[in-house]
């Protein structure tokens, strides 16, 4: 069977001679047929018949296998080649359109061009039919092998056939209807020049994108997620990360998996969604698949503290002194819309009459504007416990980064009681950053503490938080953030973010 390699040498080595006998015929022609205009083509197939070895020679350095030093491959000179080609599309784009408009100000002047003969007119027609022969041969090649380079070699060989087009407009009208047509000849070569330089900035755009990192098409992105999805182990995938490394894709990602499989079982799974992305997207397809352990299953034991805090502020320390685990909220559940995810762990702990919560929030940029209670606080830096202590109906509360509270109660997002003013009241806060508002800006790392009474669950009679049985999530968001987040501590299975699941909540139970 052929290898890449061979397909694009055998097709760019066919492209090289054609070029160089068209460059011969080409002078040939225009010095005998007495036409400057292809004297100036044969030029131009001069620069196709440079940029065929700079596909040879960066193709043949591109296909070579990683090694210590190129750990990930040599494809990226097959993009420096891309670029290359582009570029010298430009110049000829550029020549091509000054030559032209050149002429056309000494037509309008008064000057004529000279007249060219038959052997110029059949030169130029051949190099036609020729080089888009050669373009339509080389980019089907090109497709079929995923190589940018020898795309961009093909887009070069149609500028060969489109600015030979001009010239042949211009030489065939002087030779039919006389030498005052022969201006055809250069208002053609603009109007080409533009739609070489069009080709040429798409080529030079996609392979500056490929050099500079950028992530895969979204619907390609989404079409990974779909593979990955299919994997019914598969929680959550979260930190995305896509490019493309010359002819082939590259992928990194994160994957939740049952906390409780065993390592062989969960390298089954990942050697399995290995292969599958393969299949659909290609055999040299880098993949890099990070997993971790998603602890839905898992029961929440809630420490009762003998000692209770004086305020809010003391609950950090107290935390760290009593040796209270932090979780973190390690699910991305819709990483197609909303990939990013901030770094965010909470405990949880009670004294009989309180619970204490405390937020650790690490994130690129934070935002608080709402300073009243029960405002949109979920459209600022947010962090969110949603506690249904019953059967019944469950308990939101929500508090933006420098303490605003919003607490509701109901069985779902619609028809939510909010919370009295003075039972908001009750609820003592302590935050690190500044209570003041502000836009977004960078803040770094921040947190809050919360002391919740149980009088705070106001539609409960619940004197007290000792043996009680509960469910629960824990999220963070952002929604009018330059960059919305939404993350959670047990996974949603939801088409489109929505906190408001409790058949999502994991179970919690705090110690007598």
């Known amino acids: 069977m052929e290898t890449r390699e061979k397909k694009i040498y055998r097709v760019t080595i066919g492209g090289t001679i054609a070029n160089t006998l068209l460059l011969i015929l080409k002078f040939l022609a225009g010095i005998f047929g007495h036409s400057a205009a292809m004297i100036a083509d044969a030029v131009h197939s001069l620069s196709d018949f440079l940029t065929d070895l700079v596909v040879l020679i960066f193709v043949k350095i591109s296909n070579k296998p990683a090694d210590r030093d190129y750990a990930y491959g040599h494809g990226k000179y097959e993009t420096v080649a891309s670029s290359v080609i582009g570029m010298a599309l430009i110049v000829v784009a550029v020549s091509l359109a000054l030559d032209g408009v050149e002429k056309i100000i000494f037509v309008l002047k008064g000057g004529t061009l000279d007249s060219p003969g038959w052997i110029a007119f059949a030169a130029a027609v051949l190099s036609i039919v020729v080089k888009e022969i050669v373009y339509r041969v080389t980019k089907k090649v090109a497709v079929e092998v995923h190589s940018g380079a020898l795309e961009a070699n093909a887009w070069h060989h149609r500028s060969d056939a489109l600015s030979s087009v001009g010239t042949a407009i211009g030489i065939g009208a002087a030779v039919f209807f006389g030498s005052k047509w022969t201006v055809l000849d250069p208002v053609a070569a603009v109007v080409v020049s533009v739609m070489i330089l069009v080709a040429a900035a798409k080529i030079i755009g996609k392979s500056f994108g490929e050099l500079l990192e950028k992530s895969l098409p979204k619907e390609t992105v989404d079409k990974i997620i779909a593979i990955v999805s299919r994997d019914s182990m598969v929680e959550d995938i979260h930190n995305i990360y896509t490019r493309n490394i010359g002819n082939k894709m590259a992928i990194e990602m994160h994957l939740r998996l049952p906390g409780d499989i065993s390592l062989s079982e969960a390298h089954r799974h990942a050697s399995a969604i290995e292969r599958d992305l393969r299949a659909e997207l290609g055999d040299n397809t880098h993949i890099m ?23 809010a502020s003391a609950i950090p320390a107290l935390f760290a002194g009593g040796g209270i685990e932090y979780h973190t909220l390690d699910c991305v559940n819709w990483p197609a819309e909303y990939p990013d995810k901030p770094l965010v762990q909470f ?166």
């Open 347 to 512: 405990a949880l702990a009670h004294t009989g009459t309180e619970l204490l919560v405390h937020y650790k929030v690490e994130e690129a940029l934070s935002r608080a504007l709402a300073t009243e209670d029960l405002g949109k606080v979920w459209e600022d830096s947010c962090v969110e416990l949603f506690l249904r202590p019953s059967g019944k109906g469950y308990y939101n509360f929500e508090c933006n980064c420098i303490g605003t509270l919003l607490e509701a109660y109901g069985e779902g997002r619609h028809g939510r009681i909010p919370a009295p003013l003075d039972t908001l009241a009750s609820v003592d806060r302590f935050c690190t950053l500044e209570r003041k508002p502000f836009e977004d800006r960078a803040t770094g790392a921040w947190e809050l503490a919360l002391r919740i009474p149980a009088t705070a669950l106001f539609k409960d009679a619940i004197a007290s938080f000792d043996g009680l049985k509960a469910t629960a999530n824990v999220y963070k968001c952002g929604d009018r953030l330059p960059r919305p987040h939404y993350v959670s501590w047990a996974p949603i299975q939801t088409p489109s973010p929505d906190y408001h699941r409790p058949e999502f909540f994991a179970d919690l139970e705090f110690e007598k």
């Open 289 to 311: 698949l990070h997993l971790e352990p998603c602890k839905r299953s898992q029961k929440l034991i809630i420490k009762k503290l003998v000692s209770a805090p004086t305020d």
